[in-house]
């Protein structure tokens, strides 16, 4: 599913707003829905309002129903979400606290037509701005490492669900049993080494024979079953290789806590236990880990802030990172950094701002018609520091109260000396001692003196 | 100053300008930018000032908007909603320490950017660049780098505590705030290369001072 607009009014800060989100005129995906779209906007313009209204449509039962609990008190009263599924319209929407589906173009009953669409595949994946502290949250009330609340394979058989979840929502409280399902086949496949390991040492007691024997079948297993920890370490170590750091393939064994979370190590090879691990590093291991492991095609993925904890260099790299870990998801962004923002084309850039009655609208990024060759914004193109002041409205452009004073008298002294030079006076003392004053304050102000105008 | 100077004497608002007499002496009742002349004030202000930024010389206000025939014969403004704009206008009180006894004097009012309006705030002014101020002269106080398209105190005046004094207020005036400097650049800076080759430019709205100075040096 891909959703191609949304409609809401007097919900929270918006009257009426339309947002399309389908790729604009002239664009080789014309029409199409935009496979990522990024929220931008002054704090309380509603970024994280709209992924929660995404949220709200698509963890709730797509039939005539009532929203789901925790949604019933938010005065959703109407809102509409167009979306489509391959070729398939349908509209959902919100009214009076009920979601419904309508103008879905198929006879099946669209209850059916859901479950059909989503067999083995994921409706949904929301990683909330506090995914870190919601995790901490509950290892500091309950123990100092996810693998200790964790389970084993063996442990979660006992509460099988009834059916498999379809929606991985990182910001509810039962985050733990999410990673139990998302790491279940490396669980899985630990436990059976495990059983490997202790099926050699139990030969090795026996005799030499026993224990080759024992050695080759497991060999034979290894090879039949390639390590899904290796294959997850091949996907994270590039991103984890910034932080220095790696996916721990083998297994210790030491003690049951090693069979249920990722272990990651230093270049050198010491473990790093998860007290020890950098809030960047829990950020991408958190957020990417799901994105490899799970299905994520016809996937809505909601990622508020993505640049939480991450160093600029990281920052410039993970909007790619995410899109290629789910290529055919759909993903919804909502960022303050500028860093972030260059990844986008103009078209995926939805800017919320509020008029003066207060009410939020969606800034424009083109004249007349929508068509790509009517848009005079492409943050792609531009500087970080011309981000922050045409797309985010920064109206200055650094520490003003030191720099404006800085660039004021700088400004003066070259103007000074250009005087001295025109009057060729630049030999005397007084020149001197200017130029040598304003090298020094031009040199902190970073400005070229090479004549080199920037663009 | 960024803008050139101010005469302030015609005021269209006429019945705001009786009441402000009226209180000669006395203590104004509170300012507040809900008070049935706030717009009045504000127009007005915006008349004497062709619609640009008293201190910084955006453009805040187009003309429609503050044409004579938009007061009625008591002299009230007749509101016809507002139109959206990026720069938009605001009343500033020049001197902020006289907002709360005299918020209703006309000689501390200037139309201004929102922009600057934010910056400004309460910092103590100098009246060496009021606008209005018999005295003042842009030509004499502030040079303009037009590299840059940053104003700076004069280049000819030498004495010290006279630089700080004007360094202090293009500070606090904002004159090279960012989001400013970067329209002022933007605007004057292919008509500044189109003066230097020679050729014909369209007249200019805003900016009048950085234009005219960088016209002096060409």
């Known amino acids: 599913m891909k ?3 949304i409609n809401i009014k007097d919900y929270n800060q918006f009257q009426n707003l339309t947002l399309d989100l389908t790729y604009p005129k002239g664009h080789e995906k014309e029409d199409q829905a935009l496979e990522k779209i990024c929220f931008i906007g002054q704090s309380g313009t509603g970024k994280t309002s709209l992924l929660n209204v995404l949220r ?51 006879d099946v009953n669209p209850t059916k037509f859901m479950e ?24 500091a009330e309950k123990s100092p490492h996810p693998s200790s609340i964790l389970k084993t394979v063996t442990e979660m058989k006992q509460q099988k669900r009834a059916k498999p979840r379809s929606v991985f929502d990182f910001e509810t409280d039962n985050v733990l049993e999410i990673w139990n399902e998302i790491l279940q086949d490396i669980n899985a496949y630990k436990i059976e080494e495990l059983k490997y390991s202790q099926q050699i040492t139990k030969a090795l007691g026996i005799n030499a024979q026993n ?58 090879g010491t473990e790093i236990p998860y007290s020890g691990w950098s809030t960047g590093t829990k950020q991408v291991i958190l957020t990417m880990t799901p994105l ?108 003003e109260k030191f720099r404006n004073r800085a660039l004021t008298k700088a400004a003066r002294l070259e103007t000074v000396l250009s005087k001295l030079r025109a009057e060729n006076k630049m030999d005397t003392e007084e020149a001197q001692k200017i130029w040598a004053d304003y090298l020094k304050l031009a040199t902190k102000l970073a400005w070229r003196l090479d004549g080199y105008e920037e663009d | 100053m960024g803008m050139r100077k101010i005469d302030k004497t015609q005021i269209l608002a006429t019945e705001y300008q009786l009441w402000i007499k009226q209180l000669k002496g006395q203590t104004h009742p509170k300012y507040s930018s809900s008070h049935k002349y706030y717009k009045d004030v504000l127009i007005s202000l915006l008349y004497c000032q062709q619609g640009l930024c008293a201190y910084t010389e955006i453009l ?39 907002k709360e006894k ?9 139309a201004i950017s929102d ?98 100075m960088i016209e002096e040096k060409l």
């Open chain 1, 116 to 139: 059909d669409f989503y067999l083995g595949k994921n409706i949904l994946i929301c990683f909330p701005a506090e995914i870190i502290n919601n995790i901490n949250q509950i290892l």
């Open chain 1, 211 to 268: 224990a080759d024997r024992a050695f080759e079948n497991y060999k034979r297993w290894k090879q039949k079953n390639p390590n899904p920890i290796e294959q997850l370490a091949q996907q994270l170590n590039p991103i984890l290789n910034k932080f220095s750091l790696a996916v721990k393939t083998s297994f210790d064994f030491e003690s049951i806590e090693d069979l249920k979370f990722i272990q990651i190590q230093s270049k050198g």
């Open chain 1, 56 to 106: 709200a449509m698509l963890t709730t039962p797509f039939l005539q129903t009532a929203l789901s609990e925790k949604y019933q008190n938010s005065n959703m009263n109407h809102i509409v979400i167009t979306s489509y599924f391959k070729e398939v319209k349908s509209v959902t929407e919100i009214r009076e606290g009920k979601i419904s589906f309508r103008d879905l173009k198929t």
């Open chain 1, 292 to 399: 490899f492991k799970l299905n994520t095609d016809e996937s809505i993925i909601l990622v508020d802030e993505p640049e939480r904890s991450l160093y600029p260099d990281i920052q410039t790299e993970i909007i790619n990172n995410y899109k290629s870990a789910a290529p055919r998801a759909q993903f919804f962004f909502a960022t303050h950094s500028p860093i972030i923002a260059s990844a986008f084309e103009p078209w995926e850039i939805v800017e919320l701002k509020f008029n003066d009655q207060g009410t939020v609208y969606q800034e424009k990024y083109y004249k007349g018609e929508r068509h790509v060759d009517n848009y005079f914004i492409d943050p792609r193109y531009l500087r970080w520091d011309v981000i922050l002041m045409r797309v985010f409205d920064l109206g200055i452009e650094g520490n």
């Open chain 1, 3 to 5: 959703i191609t607009q």
């Open chain 2, 60 to 98: 805040i206000a187009e003309e429609e908007r503050y044409r004579p025939e938009n007061f009625d014969k008591k002299g009230r403004y007749i509101d016809k909603g507002k139109p959206e704009s990026s720069f938009s206008a605001q009343l500033d009180h020049f001197n902020s320490h006289l």
């Open chain 2, 102 to 110: 005299y918020g209703w004097g006309w000689n501390n009012f200037f």
């Open chain 2, 115 to 212: 922009k600057i309006n934010i910056e400004k705030g309460t910092q103590t002014v100098d009246d060496i660049l009021k606008p209005d101020s018999p005295e003042y002269d842009p030509h004499k106080l502030l040079g303009y780098n037009e590299k840059r398209h940053i104003f700076h105190v004069h280049p000819d005046i030498e004495d010290e505590s006279l630089q700080i004094r004007i360094e202090n207020m293009i500070l606090v005036l904002g004159l090279n705030q960012g989001t400013i400097k970067d329209n002022r650049r933007a605007y004057l800076e292919p008509k500044k290369k189109s003066l230097a080759l020679g050729k014909e430019i369209e007249p200019v709205y805003q900016f009048f001072t950085a234009f005219e």
